[in-house]
Each structure stands twice: as C-alpha cells, then as structure tokens.
C-alpha cells in the first residue's frame, strides 16, 4: 500500500492517522516531540522539526506522498522535495496561499474574488493612511504564522496603530492591514480536490469564534439560504481550482450585515461583494470547522483528505443528520482536581451519545484539548447538548446554559 507522510504531529494528524487504519493506509508523521498527539498513537513517528531540511529529506525519502498538518514548512524546502520527485499534496505554489496572507489576498483580487480592502504595511505611515481612509478600527495581521487569533490587532484610532505599528515592525513581523469587515455571522466550505480534479463538497457551516478562537461548528448553517451555500461552494471550488489544491481546503468566509449602515458604506460594500460574501482565510489541510463530519457525514475530512492526496475518487460528503455540532473542549481557568476519565464517566452517564475525541493534550487555559460532536433534528437544541458536554470536560461541572461568545448564562 502507499505510504502517506504528514509533516507536523498535532491532533490534525492523530486522526487523520485514525482514518487510515480502515483504509490499509500506513501514515508517517514527522513531529515536532514524542508527546505530540499524533506521536502519541501512530507506529510511524519521526521526531525533526519542520524546518529541518535534513529531517525532511530523510522523512519524505520513504513516503510515496506527503501532506500536511500546518501551514509552516518553509515553501524553498518543499521546491526541493518536489525538484527531487516527491509527491508534495498540496503543493508549494498552492500552499504559499494558506502561509502569506498577503500573497493570498492579492492573488484572489486578481481573480476577482470578495476580499476586504487591504494594504502592506511597512511603516506606521502606512498604516495610519489606510484607517483613514478606510475607517478605524482596522484589522493589522501578521502576514505569516497567526492563527487562533494570535497575530491579528485592531488599533482604534491613529495614536494607537502607531505605537502597534512601531513595535511590530521593529521585531521583523510582516503586516497588513485590511478594512473591519461588517460581519452578520462567520462561515466555512469545506471542499476537497483531486490531483484529477474532482472535487466534493460538505454543506456550509457557521462558526462561532470567542477570542480569535472557534469554539463551536454548526453543521449545517442555520438560515442560510441555499443561494448563499451554493455561492459559498462555488468560491471554495474555483479558489481549489484557480492554485490547484490538492486534499482539503477550508475557506472561512464572513457574512455580511449591512443592517442600518450608511447608503454609502452599504453600496460600497455591495459592489465589493454583491453575493453577501467576503472570503478571509484559507486553510489548506484538514480544519476545525470540519471535526463534525468525522460523526456527522458519510465520509469524514481526515479520510477524503487522505483520498485526494493519494488520488482516490473522493468519497460521499453527505451529512447523516438533519443537525451536526461540534464544540471544542477549552482548558479551563484552573484544571479540575476531578481527573479526565472520572470526567468522562460523568459525562457518558448524562449523555451517551455524546462523541469525544480528546487529543492527548496536557490542559492549560484556551488550549484546544478536545472536541464533542453531537447529531439531532435541530440544531440549536444540539448546540446547548454539545455545548454543556464540551462545558463539563473541561471544568468539570455542569451548567444550564452556556453561551456560545465563551461566558456562562446562568
């Protein structure tokens, strides 16, 4: 059988390592430390850093493909691989897109796509130009290595971006800056492609982000009309298409709320994106807003991902219940002193449907350690469900309610 290699050791690849047992698979990785989740699991481990070509070299010699489990294997290194004949799943050319957000967002404007204005920042100059311009606040990212909602500020007003301006330039963090998106809701797609080019999609979800990080999937997006799903999809598949993604590809995408905004703004922001869409990140591998379909769709992200990169015909994406929600389990404040399997017997005895799939993790506050996925008819009672499990293996007790924005109701 063909051995599929996945450069980084996180929970993305412990089950994508799950996934390919049923197939015959054997899945390499390459992790960071043996305490990684995927190291933790999978037989094939070899222990080098990402962006040591050495390491890289000696573990993609014995894959017959290699993907990922992150975005931050230097692009040069992959060229090399790829020179040397190694199957590389995305590509190089592709994944530059999900590493450099400023390559990313040029390269969709020059497809046409609904991007929020943006500009390079190399001075607090420019920064201050362009909020008043475009309005302050306005979102400063780092262009390279942000995520969970590290690497991304909002400066308020001009005396602010300059002294976040000066202090980020002068530690060598590239930026930008883009226009505050008037947003209703936050989205994903989910797509996979082929190297043969076919492509299959998961219905549209909606996240719910607290603090830069998704803390909940709703599988699929409540009150979406089926116009906005298909247009969703259909940027998801000609962004797949246009780099040439192979595996996964998540688009995270924001909805807009035009509500009570000003004629002018308004038409402004219809004309950029007359579908109520604007797209704002890219993931390139399996993603959190696609946990769900592991319970909640006929073929999971973590097997189809391992499908395209091996060019398999892509599996059935249909979900298998009116509703799917995933929530993640967060390090809380202070550990529990009530241990992980006593939370877990608790937690079965309550809600024996419940669906948990903890990475191994040691808990410290806002880590991701774990996620809960539950199936039903509606969706927002299967919020409060996953919500209220995911609230206990965490903290270990329980609530009546538990907001989906992170704070307690009551």
Same mark, same amino acid.
């Given at each position: 059988?063909?051995?599929?290699?996945?450069?980084?050791?996180?929970?993305?690849?412990?089950?994508?390592?799950?996934?390919?047992?049923?197939?015959?698979?054997?899945?390499?990785?390459?992790?960071?430390?043996?305490?990684?989740?995927?190291?933790?699991?999978?037989?094939?481990?070899?222990?080098?850093?990402?962006?040591?070509?050495?390491?890289?070299?000696?573990?993609?010699?014995?894959?017959?493909?290699?993907?990922?489990?992150?975005?931050?294997?230097?692009?040069?290194?992959?060229?090399?691989?790829?020179?040397?004949?190694?199957?590389?799943?995305?590509?190089?050319?592709?994944?530059?897109?999900?590493?450099?957000?400023?390559?990313?967002?040029?390269?969709?404007?020059?497809?046409?796509?609904?991007?929020?204005?943006?500009?390079?920042?190399?001075?607090?100059?420019? @920064?201050?130009?362009?909020?008043?311009?475009?309005?302050? +606040?306005?979102? #400063?990212?780092?262009?390279?290595?942000?995520?969970?909602?590290?690497?991304?500020?909002?400066?308020?007003?001009?005396?602010?971006?300059?002294?976040? !301006?000066?202090?980020?330039?002068?530690?060598?963090? +590239?930026?930008? #800056?883009?226009?505050?998106?008037?947003?209703?809701?936050?989205?994903?797609?989910?797509?996979?492609?082929?190297?043969?080019?076919?492509?299959? /999609?998961?219905?549209?979800?909606?996240?719910?982000?607290?603090?830069?990080?998704?803390?909940?999937?709703?599988?699929?997006?409540?009150?979406?009309?089926?116009?906005?799903? /298909?247009?969703?999809?259909?940027?998801?598949?000609?962004?797949?298409?246009? @780099?040439?993604?192979?595996? #996964? @590809?998540?688009?995270?995408?924001?909805?807009?709320?035009?509500?009570?905004?000003?004629?002018?703004?308004?038409?402004?922001?219809?004309?950029?994106?007359?579908?109520?869409?604007?797209?704002?990140?890219?993931?390139?591998?399996?993603?959190?807003?696609?946990?769900?379909?592991?319970?909640? /769709?006929?073929?999971?992200?973590?097997?189809?991902?391992?499908?395209?990169?091996?060019?398999?015909? @892509?599996?059935?994406?249909?979900?298998?219940?009116?509703?799917?929600?995933?929530?993640?389990?967060?390090?809380?404040?202070?550990?529990?002193?009530?241990?992980?399997?006593?939370?877990?017997?608790?937690?079965?005895?309550?809600?024996?449907?419940?669906?948990?799939?903890?990475?191994?993790?040691?808990?410290?506050?806002?880590?991701?350690?774990?996620?809960?996925?539950?199936?039903?008819?509606?969706?927002?009672? #299967?919020?409060?469900?996953?919500?209220?499990?995911?609230?206990?293996?965490?903290? !270990?007790?329980?609530?009546?309610?538990?907001?989906?924005?992170?704070?307690?109701?009551?």
């Amino acid at each position: 059988m063909p051995v599929v290699g996945m450069i980084g050791g996180g929970q993305l690849a412990r089950m994508t390592h799950q996934a390919a047992i049923p197939l015959g698979q054997s899945l390499r990785v390459l992790a960071a430390a043996a305490t990684d989740p995927a190291a933790l699991v999978a037989p094939g481990v070899t222990v080098g850093m990402h962006t040591d070509p050495d390491a890289v070299r000696a573990f993609a010699a014995d894959c017959d493909v290699v993907t990922f489990d992150h975005e931050h294997v230097p692009g040069d290194l992959l060229r090399g691989l790829v020179a040397e004949g190694v199957a590389v799943r995305p590509g190089p050319d592709a994944l530059i897109h999900a590493q450099d957000k400023l390559v990313m967002r040029r390269r969709l404007r020059e497809l046409g796509l609904p991007v929020p204005e943006f500009a390079e920042v190399t001075s607090p100059a420019d @920064l201050v130009s362009f909020g008043e311009e475009h309005g302050w +606040p306005s979102v #400063v990212k780092a262009v390279r290595g942000g995520y969970d909602g590290r690497g991304v500020w909002m400066p308020a007003d001009a005396d602010e971006a300059v002294g976040l !301006a000066t202090e980020l330039l002068a530690a060598g963090t +590239p930026l930008m #800056v883009e226009q505050k998106v008037p947003m209703r809701r936050e989205l994903a797609a989910v797509v996979a492609r082929s190297p043969f080019g076919q492509g299959a /999609a998961w219905p549209v979800v909606r996240t719910v982000q607290s603090d830069g990080i998704c803390v909940e999937v709703h599988a699929p997006a409540p009150g979406l009309s089926t116009a906005m799903a /298909a247009k969703a999809q259909e940027i998801a598949f000609r962004i797949a298409d246009e @780099l040439d993604v192979v595996g #996964v @590809l998540a688009v995270e995408l924001f909805e807009l709320d035009l509500t009570g905004r000003a004629d002018e703004a308004d038409s402004g922001w219809r004309e950029l994106a007359p579908d109520g869409l604007v797209v704002n990140e890219l993931a390139m591998r399996p993603h959190n807003s696609g946990h769900w379909t592991i319970e909640g /769709a006929r073929t999971s992200q973590f097997e189809q991902h391992l499908r395209a990169v091996l060019d398999y015909p @892509l599996g059935n994406t249909d979900p298998v219940a009116p509703a799917a929600v995933m929530t993640n389990v967060l390090g809380a404040p202070e550990q529990p002193a009530m241990s992980v399997d006593e939370r877990l017997h608790h937690l079965f005895a309550r809600y024996p449907d419940a669906k948990v799939h903890l990475y191994g993790k040691t808990e410290r506050p806002g880590r991701k350690v774990g996620h809960v996925t539950m199936l039903g008819d509606d969706v927002d009672a #299967v919020a409060v469900r996953a919500r209220l499990a995911a609230h206990w293996l965490s903290h !270990a007790r329980w609530t009546d309610g538990y907001d989906i924005h992170g704070g307690e109701q009551r």
